[in-house]
């Protein structure tokens, strides 16, 4: 199978800092999605990265689309206390290397603490 | 707008035990899927449906079962429950078929004791 690996795996920051994340596979794959997972809740998307190179920005966040398209960056800019929880990347596999219909691979997840 | 709805919150089973977790989407979305997440460990696969009537196995379909016979509900069935079922199970929903934007319930979390 494909070999994911999300770096790294815990943060702990002060607030106002920036924290940069990333996901790498031995695969490649055609989208890249960034989801969060608040505390006791469902992962929500955050980013949908769809071409080789593509950098995009949703508020704070800012994901890329790696060249070579086995990996992706998740950068935050000044964090905040709300930035608290999980981030998982997701791949969506293409067709004909062994995804079923609608499967999300996803990463092990970066868990992000923030001190105020 | 609830989204999707999924109950119980929390359970504690006893091995060998049977329970069914509901969900419910209210999107009218006609692609649902069941996760598994154990900690450090992110999310698996565990059922899909396509639709109404049709539904298939992810990574980690044995021991549960499950049915779609409204486009609304998609409940996960445990027959047998055992302690490697321990976990917090996710209820999914996306508008279209690759699935990429998947709309999450807030999870059961399951003890199998």
């Known amino acids: 199978g494909q070999q994911l690996n999300q770096s790294p795996q815990s943060m702990f920051i002060q607030e106002g800092e920036d924290v940069s994340m990333n996901c790498t596979s031995s695969s490649i794959f055609n989208t890249w999605l960034w989801y969060k997972q608040d505390p006791g809740e469902g992962p929500v998307l955050l980013i949908a990265?769809?071409?080789?190179?593509e950098l995009t920005s949703n508020g704070r966040l800012t994901a890329q689309f790696g060249i070579t398209r086995k990996d992706s960056f998740l950068n935050i800019s000044a964090s905040i206390p709300s930035d608290v929880g999980i981030f998982f990347c997701?791949?969506?596999?293409?067709?004909?290397?062994?995804?079923?219909?609608?499967?999300?691979?996803f990463g092990k997840g970066t868990k992000l603490s923030v001190k105020p | 707008n609830a989204g999707v709805t999924q109950t119980p919150k929390f359970r504690i089973l006893k091995i060998g035990q049977s329970m069914t977790l509901q969900c419910t989407q209210d999107m009218n979305h006609n692609y649902m899927y069941w996760y598994r997440q154990d900690p450090g460990m992110g999310l698996k696969l565990i059922y899909y449906?396509?639709?109404?009537?049709?539904?298939d196995k992810g990574e980690v379909p044995n021991g549960y079962n499950v049915s779609r016979s409204t486009t609304e509900d998609f409940p996960l069935r445990l027959e047998l429950a055992a302690p490697s079922q321990t976990s917090v199970y996710f209820c999914a929903s996306s508008p279209d078929r690759v699935g990429e934007k998947l709309f999450f319930g807030s999870g059961t979390q399951l003890s199998v004791l």
């Open positions: 990265l769809y071409k080789a190179g």
């Open positions: 449906s396509v639709g109404a009537g049709i539904t």
């Open positions: 997701a791949w969506q596999l293409i067709q004909g290397y062994g995804g079923s219909q609608g499967n999300l691979i």
